[in-house]
């Protein structure tokens, strides 16, 4: 999504005029009236004027708020190009008796969505998704060869698992390690494996260790230390992969099974050294454990693209609540 905004910028702000005639805008820390003000003036020395604003639902609670966006909407004039980032999410949810993916924030039947319909050629929704799981690997390949460079199969796929679905963050490493090899050659495991903050896993098992034995204090002085090398977003997806591998490895605890069996089918455990720390563990939980810790990931995870919570305090909450 952002880098479609960038592309319409440059399409439609003319550069003479960019710094009077752009504005951006997040609905988290300005109010609903600033947009107003700016979205409803004329252009200067220009055609157009262009304003893009992030998490507008922050702005539409009810209904009350909703039909007074809809009236702006309608009175936009012609001159304003108005551009509304929505991070969305989908659950699965049973319709009929059947399950399917729901879109969170604007759904199918949303109230903005029908505006968008009944305002014809003036208005359109496009929808950017997220690498599902098992694409991630062939999107790097595609956005490294994008920029001129080449992945190794192997190494996409290691990449995947330490970024998850983070494009954002997936983007980053993918400009970091071409200019390692100075695009030079394909880019190969070992790369991702020696500047990869994910590959570097001995501090992420040292605080759920210290989870596992309830040590809290302990857990969240290497969060906080993580902290001041990586981002929030980054440590978010470490802790994600932790706990889904650890989710694996309990249900491989439950069958019977061994280290053997975790490092041939879990794809973050093929290393003895991960698939013994990982069913160490998970000997230390239960799976409803594991589960609703997951969800409740899943849930901050979803809270955060929502503008309503941080990674950096969503984990510390984590850590401050585990009962061990």
Do not use: C
């Not at 507008?56 to 980032?85: C, H, M, N, Y």
């Not at 009929?96 to 208005?123: H, P, Y």
């Amino acid at each position: 999504m952002s880098r479609k905004v960038e592309e319409m910028v440059k399409h439609i702000a003319d550069p003479a005029t960019a710094d009077l005639n752009l504005t951006r805008i997040n609905a988290v820390q300005a109010n609903e009236s600033e947009m107003r003000t700016v979205a409803l003036s004329l252009p200067f020395l220009s055609t157009q004027r262009l304003v893009v604003v992030e998490n507008p639902q922050s702005w539409l609670k009810g209904k009350e708020d909703q039909a007074r966006f809809v009236d702006f909407l309608d009175k936009l004039p012609e001159t304003t190009v108005l551009i509304l980032v929505i991070d969305d999410y989908y659950r699965n949810i049973p319709i009929k008796g059947n399950w399917q993916k729901v879109w969170q924030v604007v759904g199918e039947k949303n109230w903005l969505r029908k505006w968008v319909t009944d305002a014809g050629s003036k208005a359109a929704i496009r929808t950017y998704q997220m690498p599902q799981k098992g694409e991630m690997s062939r999107w790097i390949i595609n956005q490294a060869k994008e920029a001129g460079g080449e992945f190794n199969p192997a190494a996409a796929s290691v990449l995947a698992d330490y970024t998850g679905g983070e494009t954002r963050v997936a983007s980053l490493e993918i400009n970091k390690l071409l200019t390692y090899i100075d695009f030079a050659r394909p880019v190969q495991v070992e790369d991702v494996e020696r500047l990869t903050p994910y590959a570097n896993p001995p501090n992420i098992f040292e605080m759920v260790d210290a989870l596992a034995s309830g040590n809290k204090a302990q857990a969240q002085k290497v969060f906080h230390e993580l902290l001041e090398t990586d981002e929030p977003a980054m440590l978010f997806g470490m802790v994600v992969r932790q706990f889904r591998l650890l989710l694996q490895a309990r249900e491989i605890l439950d069958e019977g099974g061994d280290i053997k069996q975790a490092m041939k089918e879990i794809a973050d455990a093929k290393s003895k050294f991960v698939a013994k720390k990982a069913m160490r563990q998970a000997q230390r939980f239960k799976m409803a454990e594991l589960e609703a810790i997951y969800h409740r990931l899943l849930d901050l995870d979803a809270a955060v693209k929502l503008g309503e919570a941080s990674y950096e305090l969503g984990i510390d909450l984590l850590i401050a609540e585990m009962r061990r």
